[in-house]
């Protein structure tokens, strides 16, 4: 691999679920609430779709969702903590539309939960964002990583109680129901594992964008971590060409993912092209005996070599213990929260309370949620602390383009200019319309964004 390569950007997209309620009646609709919400996101750019000085888009989604894609991020540290960023961000503007609501006389709770289903059935998104080489078969990629993205929701699921014809049921994955092809352009109206839509927001001759969504909305930071890092080290193992990963192929992959996610205990074995029988441990394992292999000979950078570390961890204790990993994995913390309850109430996993914890662990307020309350109290472990995210808020990563894109906005919001800004370009929208393209988004300085700001 060149010099560059050895680094990689990554991207995570998260959309959001509203409601705004009074006393435990729905007071305005899911559209009525992000557009109070995205009043204040208007003013700051006259449109609901708005790059921000910390380099990350925040936009109204399809469907009244809104959604937060983080800046291009070259460590996976940093993502976890521009992911938790936008959490903070969109939940202070939560603050500002109660406050304009009370002064408009409109009594309510806003809540805002990263979670991936609604009470109505609906589905929307977490979509992981991986550079990858212009020169790389997108096509290999999808058929080695396919198996692994669908065993993965053991450790990177987030939990979720359906209703099936033998009664309410707790499973692993909120996205597993949701997902009905293994490869496909489409993100909505038949939604796959492997996004391939081509838009790579980069140098379209040098690179694309492996665009995975069937992952869920994740809570925990390690979980976060996890679920992206093991990813990053699959695909350098891939793009290094000395690994030869085995044919894992499922037979039927859309019933395999749905298989897995219906069984808390990993016993379940999911059905192989080939004919073989495996648990999502098993097939997890396969990867990450190739993976050992490959770092014992080639070696990691540093927080690779945490990842893997972590990797190893973690399959050893849901093979053994799981109940140790609580602390860590959305779908054991959510679980043991519920069973807890259901315990004490004796009541039913099909109890309307029980469906109310079920969202209740994703609400983003860190005074009410159910996974900050676990976390306030020492329940759970955490990677990033809130300085951390904090920072975050306002500012950008320092080694990708993100960092350009920021400190441009940054200042032509304080020169109260007129811009336009979006993946690649850097525009002033005055007589001479200049524009800056920036198909690099390694590229952390660039002497014309130096320039454009000095002539604000």
Known sequence: MTLEYSRRIFGLENEYGVTCTLKGQRRL???????????????????????????????????????????????????????????????????????????????????????????????YGCHENYLIKRTEDLAKYSEIIIPFLISRQIYAGAGKVINTAKGALFTLSQRAEHIWEGVSSATTRSRPIINTRDESHADAEKYRRLHVIVGDSNMNQIATFLKVGTVALILRAIEDKSVSFRDLSLDNPVRAIREISHDITLKKRVKLANGRELTAIEIQNEYLEKIIKYADYNG????????????????????????????????????????????????????????????????????????????????????????????????????????????????????????????????????????????????????RVDKLIANL
């Open 29 to 123: 609709s899911p559209d009525e609430v992000s557009r109070v919400i995205f009043r204040r996101v208007v003013s700051w750019g006259r449109s609901s779709n708005v790059f921000l000085e910390n380099g990350a888009r925040l936009y109204l989604d399809v469907g009244s969702h809104p959604e937060y894609a983080t800046p291009e991020c070259d460590s996976i540290k940093d993502l976890v903590i521009h992911d938790k960023a936008g959490e903070l961000i969109l939940s202070r503007l939560v603050e500002l539309a109660e406050d304009k609501l009370n002064e408009e006389g409109v009594r309510g709770t806003i809540y805002l939960v990263k979670n991936n289903t609604d009470s109505a059935g609906n589905s």
């Open 300 to 447: 990691l950078p540093q927080e690779e070599s945490d990842i893997l570390k972590l990797w190893i961890k973690t399959i050893r204790l849901l093979e053994t213990d799981p109940s140790q990993l609580e602390s860590q994995v959305d779908w054991l913390s959510k679980y043991r929260l519920i069973e807890d309850y259901r315990t004490k109430k004796r009541i039913s996993m099909s109890s309307p309370l029980v469906a109310l914890i079920d969202i209740q662990y994703h609400d983003t307020n860190r005074d009410r949620g159910l996974y900050y309350l676990m976390e306030k109290r020492g329940y759970i472990k955490t990677l990033v602390n809130l300085n951390e995210i904090e920072n975050a808020v306002e500012n950008p990563p320092e080694t990708t383009r993100a960092y350009l894109r920021g400190k441009f906005v940054k200042q032509a919001k304080l020169k109260n200019r007129d811009f336009t800004v979006d993946w690649l370009h850097l525009k002033l929208n005055d007589q001479s319309q200049r524009t800056i393209l920036l198909k690099d988004p390694f590229k952390n300085h660039d002497e």
